[in-house]
């Protein structure tokens, strides 16, 4: 989305961005169904028949987060081995081996370290792809793109901001149908539940318009918390990205520093941070599956430290219950497309974080410091 949609979306009250914000997040559902759709009919021209050795998934920001999130779906259904990568990694640091993909991912299709790392692949004589939702981006002009945007109804307010929330999980799903399709193309055996991770990602909209109903009760828990509270966000697995973005709509909206970290490594070095006169809020994206022991141990240690807990979770086991003093229950029939509907809090927590506490001043210019950043309008990029 252009710079000036960003910039006259901040000069609204807040009052009435957050309920605009809260009115596009309940679009999301819908516009994931579409995603869903349009990216399906796609495949077949854009990732073909080739079988890749290895895979790379490439992007930055959200789209890094996606790309973190999606990886073991294509270990899984694929077989492929499969590295999430910063795009600048990939550009500058990465050896490319023959006969790896190279998917670049970025909504606008403007990111110049993302066109940097697709160009990178190019002439190290692999192929490379594009997921971006700009059908007129120089993404689509230099590589084959899955094109994510949904059909939009008109061109409100309401719907720009439901893209903007939704870049995510438009960028997830169309990297979960890829590693579907190439499982199904290398003829991996675990493409014979193919339609079974379809029938899950095809329930997903229906669970992502559910989750949104835990608005009231994140808006609730934020006016309990106090100004001086430190939030961290923790995943492991595919829930790690989903950690990455809490944190980054969080301070996209509020602009105050917060913690997204894997949870191993939370253990190991953020927990040292946590302080009963800073509120320490410590939010575990939790899903059932291998990572759920450690996730309880983490848990407890937290209350011991005085902080308190809040868990995102698919599964209603009284052990995770028992150790967060709130859950956010989301459906999801499995940890590895888990993410799709987990995201939902994270956002809602965003949006109230604004009604909360504002957004700061001088937004509109450093987003345009950003713009020149991360679309290569300095020098240096």
């Known amino acids: 989305m252009a710079e000036d949609t960003y910039e006259r979306l901040l000069q609204i009250p807040t009052a009435q961005l957050v309920a605009m914000a809260l009115e596009g997040l309940s679009q999301q559902g819908k516009m994931v169904a579409n995603v869903i759709e349009r990216v399906r009919g796609q495949l077949d021209g854009v990732v073909g028949v080739t079988r890749p050795e290895r895979i790379y998934l490439a992007g930055c920001g959200d789209s890094y987060f996606a790309a973190l999130s999606a990886r073991y779906a294509f270990e899984q259904f694929s077989g492929l081995a499969t590295v999430a990568v910063e795009s600048l990694e990939l550009a500058r640091y990465t050896l490319l081996p023959p006969g790896s993909l190279v998917i670049v991912i970025s909504s606008g299709g403007e990111v110049s370290v993302t066109l940097e790392a697709g160009r990178a692949a190019r002439q190290a004589g692999v192929d490379a792809i594009g997921i971006t939702s700009q059908k ?21 307010a ?5 893209l903007i929330l939704g ?13 579907l399709h190439l499982g199904q193309r290398c ?25 949104t109903r835990a608005s009231s009760e994140i808006q609730e828990y934020l006016e309990g918390v106090s100004d001086q509270a430190d939030f961290y966000f923790i995943g492991a697995g595919p829930s790690h990205g989903v950690a990455l973005f809490y944190q980054a709509k969080f301070f996209e909206q509020v602009q105050r520093p917060v913690y997204g970290v894997e949870l191993e490594e939370f253990a190991h070095e953020q927990f040292l941070l946590l302080r009963p006169d800073r509120d320490a809020q410590v939010w575990f994206i939790a899903p059932h599956g291998p990572g759920r022991e450690r996730v309880l141990e983490i848990m407890a240690g937290c209350r011991e430290a005085d902080a308190h807990v809040v868990a995102v979770t698919n599964s209603d086991e009284a052990c995770v219950q028992g150790q967060a003093h709130l859950t956010f229950a989301v459906e999801a029939a499995s940890e590895m497309f888990s993410p799709l509907v987990s995201v939902v809090p994270g ?20 987003r345009r410091q950003m713009a020149q950043l991360t679309r290569g309008g300095r020098k240096n990029t």
């Open 136 to 156: 007129t981006s120089t993404m689509v002009q230099e590589f084959p793109c899955l094109i994510t945007a949904p059909d939009l109804s008109s061109n409100d």
């Open 187 to 211: 003829g991996h055996p675990q493409s014979r539940k193919f339609k079974h991770a379809i029938a899950e990602i095809e329930a997903v909209p229906e669970a992502i318009e559910r989750a």
């Open 158 to 162: 309401a719907e720009q901001v439901a």
């Open 347 to 366: 956002e809602l927590l965003g949006i109230h974080a604004l009604g909360r506490w504002g957004s700061v001043a001088c937004t509109p210019v450093r």
């Open 167 to 179: 870049n995510f999980s438009f960028s997830l799903v169309a990297l979960y149908l890829v590693a």
